[in-house]
């Protein structure tokens, strides 16, 4: 099955700064790759997704790229801020079968 | 839009006993998923419904777990009987269709075994 790795766990950055999040996938056939923040105590909301034929998105802040021959795709937050601070679960799927990431805890220092 | 709507939204029990949790998706949304979050991981899918049959249940630990979804709409998941590995975050989620990618979360119920 599909295997997706991330990192890294934990992430400080100062407010105004970029973060960046890494994952990589297992499976070649996977196509749909989205990403969810979850703040304390509530669900994951979707942010961004990118589907295997587009190499890069972007909405505001907010850009992710992908590389399909590396089987690796990232998360830039550029001009960070303090209400960026959260969990971020990067996933992938062939399909509607979600696999998830292990989470980055994202601190925005002020 | 209404989200999804999850609960409760607490629950803690003692282990052997019996815990069930109620999920109603997005209106209009076919696709319905329960997944469970232990702390520090990331979600993991129990069980997939279209409308009220169920697509994939693969990782859903079949002696003690059970779900459904009689209507097509609202789905109970229940825990019969709990064990103390049970304790995790569990997610309700939606789409709007088969192949339809976007799933939308609830806020979840915390479940606590002692």
């Known amino acids: 099955g599909e295997n997706v790795e991330q990192h890294p766990s934990t992430l400080s950055v100062q407010e105004g700064d970029s973060a960046v999040i890494k994952c990589t996938y297992s499976?070649?056939?996977?196509?749909?790759f989205p990403w969810y923040k979850q703040e304390l105590g509530k669900g994951p909301q979707l942010i961004i997704d990118?589907?295997?034929?587009?190499g890069e998105k972007k909405d505001q802040r907010i850009a992710v790229t992908l590389n399909k021959t590396a089987k690796h795709f990232s998360l830039h937050i550029t001009e960070t801020q303090p209400e960026d601070s959260a969990v971020y679960f990067c996933a992938a799927s062939r399909g509607e079968k979600l696999t998830f990431g292990t989470g980055t805890r994202l601190t925005i220092i002020p | 839009e209404a989200g999804v709507a999850q609960s409760p939204r607490y629950k803690i029990i003692e282990k052997r006993q019996s815990v069930a949790f109620w999920c109603n998706p997005i209106?209009?949304?076919?696709?319905l998923y329960w997944y469970q979050q232990i702390l520090g991981q990331g979600p993991k899918l129990l069980i997939q419904f279209q409308n009220n049959g169920v697509v994939d249940d693969s990782q859903l630990p079949k002696d003690r777990f059970s779900a459904e979804r009689l209507k097509g709409v609202d789905s109970t998941l229940k825990i019969q009987p709990a064990k103390l590995e049970d304790s995790a975050v569990y997610l309700c989620?939606?789409?709007?269709?088969?192949?339809?990618?976007?799933?939308?979360f609830g806020p979840g119920t915390r479940l606590t075994v002692l």
């Open positions: 990118i589907r295997s034929n587009v």
């Open positions: 989620a939606s789409s709007l269709a088969v192949g339809w990618n976007e799933q939308f």
């Open positions: 499976d070649s056939a996977s196509n749909y």
């Open positions: 209106s209009g949304h076919a696709t």
